[in-house]
């Protein structure tokens, strides 16, 4: 099934190829008879058209180095929308923050200090500016986005590679309930299920025994009051890299989570990555209203296991997140979606 779905996904790429090249035929052949400026500007944006349509359907991006002083370089704002990920320049302290919903790398100019998923690095050589554009140095992209990209380099590219899991994402679609989500029946802090919701089938499920002595480890909180605190800042907008909400008066994913739950007393990691390794591990049919979601959404160039998104859980297949789609800040989100089944990674319960 898989390689056919494969097959059929390259041949509409080639017809959409040359369907587009017909176009282009067909248009010129009618300017033709117009005059020749008219000519060459329809040429122009068609060979703008079809190197766009070209360029989505490589399997890798050559991004070209710059050399500074015998330095080779990469343009930071191309490398990050390759990846897909989200940046902001934060000018007072001269930094680059970038990632995907929270702000896995930090950047300071002309300085080799430098921060990845929450921890202090040193790179070989600092980034700068170059014509009032943010410039990477090459040696440092193996320490910054090993995990999260493959690349290739040359004397004169870096060549970002796709990453193959992502031309096959939906093929996980096919494969049945298994990627459904449940409810722990033994949850005491299950909400009640209103009488409008779609029920959803009976099946048999094997589900993961969570050792007592674990168990025990885990904070005792009062998630009733955790989750109606959450729901106060249902509206709030949504920035990439906020600073702590008193201060800002936004979250993004992870900050919302780190001070909704530091709200009860628990110190979570800033970031969705290192939110990621507290906790307990539980699996999709074993959630408990105050877990911890992880969802990774990849890119066509980037890693699609690693965690980039993070939400509580409300129970009835619904979390609460700060996010920037479908609205923009703090919402209730359906995870009864194909995107967010397809998406989800694991979940982490942190307080009973």
């Known amino acids: 099934m898989g390689s056919k779905f494969i097959i059929h996904r390259k041949w509409q790429q080639k ?149 193959p899991e992502h031309s096959n994402i939906s093929i996980k679609s096919l494969n049945g309930s298994h990627l459904d989500f449940a409810d722990d029946p033994n949850d005491p802090n299950k909400p009640i299920k209103p009488t409008s919701a779609t029920s959803t089938n009976d099946r048999s499920v094997t589900r993961k025994v969570i050792d007592k002595d674990s168990i025990s480890v885990l904070a005792n909180i009062n998630i009733p009051s955790l989750i109606s605190k959450a729901k106060q800042y249902i509206g709030v907008r949504y920035e990439f890299g906020a600073d702590p909400y008193p201060q800002s008066g936004t979250f993004d994913c992870s900050s919302f989570t780190q001070y909704i739950f530091g709200q009860q007393g628990i110190s979570l990691n800033r970031l969705a990555r290192d939110q990621a390794d507290q906790g307990i591990t539980i699996g999709r049919q074993d959630l408990r209203v105050g877990d911890l979601l992880f969802f990774n959404i990849p890119g066509r160039f980037r890693s699609s296991t690693v965690p980039t998104h993070v939400g509580i859980y409300l129970g009835n297949l619904e979390m609460i997140n700060a996010d920037t789609r479908p609205k923009q800040g703090v919402q209730i989100t359906d995870i009864n979606k194909q995107l967010w089944k397809d998406a989800y990674l694991f979940a982490k319960r942190v307080a009973d």
């Not at 970038?98 to 998923?117: C, H, I, T, Y």
């Not at 943010?134 to 290739?152: C, E, H, N, T």
């Open 15 to 163: 017809s959409l190829i040359l369907a587009l090249f017909l176009c282009l035929i067909v248009q010129m052949g009618c300017t033709q008879k117009g005059n020749g400026s008219a000519t060459q500007t329809t040429k122009a944006n068609n060979k703008g058209i079809v190197s766009k349509i070209l360029e989505k359907n490589k399997d890798q991006i050559k991004l070209p180095l710059v050399t500074q002083n015998g330095v080779k370089y990469v343009n930071a704002k191309k490398l990050v929308n390759t990846l897909g990920f989200q940046s902001k320049w934060d000018a007072k302290n001269g930094r680059l923050l970038m990632g995907d919903k929270d702000p896995n790398f930090v950047l300071k100019m002309n300085s080799r200090e430098a921060q990845k998923d929450g921890g202090k690095i040193k790179l070989a050589a600092a980034p700068i500016i170059i014509n009032q554009s943010a410039y990477i140095p090459l040696s440092a992209i193996g320490d910054l986005f090993r995990q999260d990209m493959k690349y290739v380099v040359n004397d004169s590219d870096l060549i970002v590679q796709a990453n």
